[in-house]
C-alpha cells in the first residue's frame, strides 16, 4: 500500500474568489504578470514555479532552468518578513525582492477577470532600496532583469 493513499490532503488556505485555484492559496494575478516577459529568441519565458505549495512566485530561465531572480509578493503594507526570502536568494547567488502591489484576478462586477495594480513598490532585499512602478514599467523591469540574466547564462554551468 502507497504511503499516500490514506491521507486526506487539504489546502491549508481555502483562497479567497480572487485567489483559489485547486492547490490553494495564490496570487493568480501577479502570476499572471510574471508570465508577461519573454525573450526574443524564446529561450528565456517567466513561469512560476508552483510546484511547492507555499513557494512564492518564482521566475525561471527556460534555458538553465535555475532561477533569475527571487520574489515576494504581498497586497499588504507595512512590515512583511522576508527572512527566509533573503535566505534562499542568498544561497541560490540571486537577488531578491520584496513587491507590493494591489492588484486581482477573479470576476470583477464589471465582468472582467483582470484589476491591474495601480502601483508595484519594488524593494531590493539586500539594502531595502525601493523604486515603484506602474504595471507596465514593472513588467519593462522584469524584461530587463531576464535580458540580463540570458546574457550570462550557461556561461557558468
Not at 10 to 15: D, H, T
Request: glycine residues 6%.
Amino acid at each position: 500500500m502507497d504511503d499516500f493513499e490514506d491521507e486526506d490532503i487539504q489546502p491549508r488556505n481555502p483562497g479567497t474568489a480572487n485567489n483559489q485555484e485547486r492547490t490553494g492559496d495564490r496570487d493568480l494575478y501577479f502570476s499572471w504578470v510574471l508570465r508577461q516577459p519573454a525573450s526574443p529568441s524564446g529561450q528565456l519565458r517567466s513561469c512560476d514555479f508552483d510546484t511547492l505549495p507555499d513557494a512564492p512566485p518564482t521566475v525561471i530561465c527556460n534555458r538553465c532552468s535555475l532561477p533569475v531572480l527571487w520574489l515576494e509578493a504581498t497586497r499588504k503594507d507595512g512590515f512583511k518578513a522576508t527572512r527566509y526570502t533573503e535566505a534562499i536568494a542568498r544561497k541560490l547567488g540571486i537577488p531578491a525582492y520584496l513587491v507590493r502591489h494591489a492588484g486581482r484576478w477573479g470576476l470583477l462586477n464589471d465582468g472582467s477577470d483582470r484589476q491591474p495594480s495601480p502601483k508595484f513598490e519594488v524593494v531590493r532585499l539586500s539594502d531595502r532600496k525601493s523604486m515603484t512602478y506602474n504595471e507596465r514599467q514593472f513588467i519593462e523591469w522584469l524584461q530587463r532583469k531576464f535580458e540580463a540574466h540570458f546574457k550570462d547564462c550557461g556561461r557558468n554551468r
